[in-house]
């Protein structure tokens, strides 16, 4: 008797238990910041952390030793110069003004300097300081923290475009 009861609360048991192995766990969701290489906090969202892959923390690092002291209202270092230029530059995350830019026009603006772009002669040509790689990279940050989101367009335009 002491078997047949064990031998049934095995197989009760079973019946609850297997069924339950079988049933799969909710995938978790994605988080996006665990696959990045990098952050940057949104200037207009303190709370808000945009994911950076390899090349945007590139373009993160060379913005924060070469472009923040015009392109930035503060610096790490305190305020910037970008209230005393004219015409003001936009800054980094300026959506608005930087998405319809093509990615070949900022490259141009950043290779050749403001000047050779019809744009205020302030801006220094970094062609001669920094490598196309690293141009690119600036680039890709540029878009990665841009507000409004950057969208890429559908079809890639001209290699050098007018604008």
């Excluded at 808000?48 to 060379?62: A, E, S």
């Excluded at 319809?100 to 950043?110: F, G, K, Q, R, T």
Aim: glycine fraction near 6%; proline fraction near 12%.
């Amino acid at each position: 008797m002491r078997k047949a009861a064990l031998a049934l609360a095995l197989v009760a048991a079973s019946l609850v238990v297997l069924p339950a192995c079988k049933r799969a766990s909710p995938a978790p969701k994605p988080n996006p910041l665990r696959q990045a290489y990098g952050t940057q906090q949104d200037w207009n969202n303190p709370g808000h952390l945009f994911p950076l892959d390899y090349q945007q923390t590139q373009g993160k690092r060379i913005f924060y030793e070469k472009c923040v002291w015009c392109h930035a209202d503060s610096t790490p270092a305190g305020p910037s110069n970008r209230s005393n230029l004219n015409p003001t530059p936009p800054l980094i995350n300026d959506g608005a003004t930087l998405n319809p830019l093509s990615d070949a026009y900022l490259e141009n603006v950043i290779t050749l300097g403001g000047a050779a772009m019809g744009k205020s002669a302030i801006m220094p040509p970094w062609g001669r300081t920094l490598t196309q790689e690293d141009i690119r990279a600036l680039v890709a940050y540029i878009r990665a923290v841009a507000q409004p989101p950057y969208q890429r367009p559908a079809q890639p335009g001209p290699r050098y475009s007018t604008r």
